[in-house]
């Protein structure tokens, strides 16, 4: 029987109680962010959401409190799919190893796309490369772009997107890219250059910090609301600029967001609305540019 779960009545607005008919874990567990998270890979996945402050795991139960900037409603149904997906794909509740890792895999909207996700997050902030790109600080990316069957990778915290060129197929090659991954870590091989993973984190907060107004407020709506969901689908959506002028944003899609079919649908229906909604009179248009 697969994990299922359903939203039980809870009197914190800021708690999301979600029930299971099957057991989640013995006993009781509680967790905030400075909890070593390495045996619960459940729990860090759902960590790596911004607006998480705490988890416990509790028999049938899973209870999620989260920070007061959001409303439930507006993500839970995002959260409760990504948990669903997560232990329908095999992730785990509880590592007894907390050395080893473990990558599962899942399929993307992009039928070009695979996300790899690991047990552990392996990187401080996103990546992308391809065969034009410098890898030359990314050991992974240039193991990986020597199948000739890869055409870009996408990184981001704890999961790994890769495209695959147009003349191929994932059904022949997952389990081995699945394998080949696993190998390369668990060998004790660097994946990223330590100082470009840091340095790349720096400069996207400086970034953050130097938007004003409605480029900010563009920017923290799409963060805190828009990008989890996205990131649940191995794909990410970074904020470009904002046109004062023609009322027009402009945001980069990477991952498996990037050249995906349905991406223009998400982009009209789902983000311009959202955006248009929560900024009346702000937005006329959004494009995108894929990176």
């Not at 999961?159 to 389990?175: G, L, P």
């Not at 720096?202 to 709506?221: F, P």
């Not at 649908?265 to 540019?289: D, F, Q, R, W």
């Amino acid at each position: 029987m697969n994990y299922k779960f359903e939203i039980l009545k809870s009197e914190n607005e800021n708690i999301l109680v979600l029930s299971s008919e099957k057991v989640i874990l013995e006993g009781r567990k509680e967790f905030n962010e400075k909890s070593d998270l390495n045996q619960f890979p459940l729990v860090k996945q759902l960590f790596f959401l911004p607006f998480i402050k705490s988890v416990i795991l509790d028999k049938h139960l899973i209870i999620i409190e989260k920070l007061n900037f959001l409303k439930w409603i507006e993500v839970q149904d995002d959260v409760i799919h990504q948990i669903e997906k997560f232990l329908n794909s095999g992730g785990l509740i509880f590592s007894k190893s907390n050395s080893a890792i473990t990558i599962y895999v899942e399929s993307t909207p992009n039928p070009g796309v695979m996300k790899f996700v690991c047990n552990k997050r392996l990187f401080n902030t996103s990546h992308e490369f391809n065969r034009d790109t410098d890898n030359s600080k990314c050991n992974l990316a240039t193991a990986l772009l020597h199948h000739e069957f890869i055409s870009e990778i996408y990184f981001d915290m704890n999961f790994i997107s890769i495209s695959i060129n147009k003349n191929y197929k994932w059904e022949e090659y997952t389990a081995a890219i699945r394998e080949f991954i696993t190998s390369f870590i668990n060998d004790g091989n660097e994946i990223i250059d330590p100082a470009l993973d840091k340095q790349t984190s720096a400069n996207n907060a400086v970034r953050k910090e130097n938007l004003e107004g409605i480029s900010k407020n563009i920017n923290d709506l799409i963060e805190n609301q828009i990008k989890p969901a996205v990131a649940s689908d191995g794909g990410n959506i970074l904020f470009d600029s904002y046109n004062e002028n023609t009322k027009e944003v402009s945001v980069i899609l990477q991952g498996a967001c990037s050249g995906c079919p349905s991406s223009t649908i998400t982009l009209k229906n789902g983000i311009e609305t959202m955006l248009k909604n929560e900024l009346p009179g702000k937005i006329s248009s959004v494009v995108a540019i894929n990176g």
